[in-house]
């Protein structure tokens, strides 16, 4: 861990949980049977916890396009055997709704 080394180096650390995630056991029914039924235009995965949660709570689906919020997401999606469909170039609302323009056409 980052503090422990820094630490190590005689630094003082204050460790702040800034951003933390939950994990979710279940989604609401209704999400799911959507997901299920296809109702779902398009998947993003912004980051690779993201991208194992959504696979272990809803499972990927043949036909919905999923698009990666950049490279490191793209990255899990591949080693997860989850080719993306787009890729937003840049990391911020311009670049994704580029990315879910080019997968949903």
Not at 60 to 71: E, I
Not at 75 to 85: K, N, S
């Amino acid at each position: 861990m980052l503090a422990d080394g820094l630490r190590a180096l005689g630094y003082a650390v204050d460790v702040l949980p800034i951003y933390t995630m939950t994990r979710l056991d279940a989604v609401p029914g209704r999400v799911l049977e959507d997901w299920r039924a296809g109702h779902f235009d398009a998947v993003v995965i912004t980051s690779g916890s993201v991208g194992a949660a959504f696979a272990t709570l809803f499972g990927w689906r043949q036909g919905t396009p999923v698009v990666a919020f950049g490279p490191p997401s793209r990255t899990w999606l591949e080693e997860a055997g989850v080719p993306p469909t787009a890729v937003a170039v840049t990391q911020d609302a311009d670049g994704l709704a580029r990315a879910l323009g080019e997968a949903t056409r």
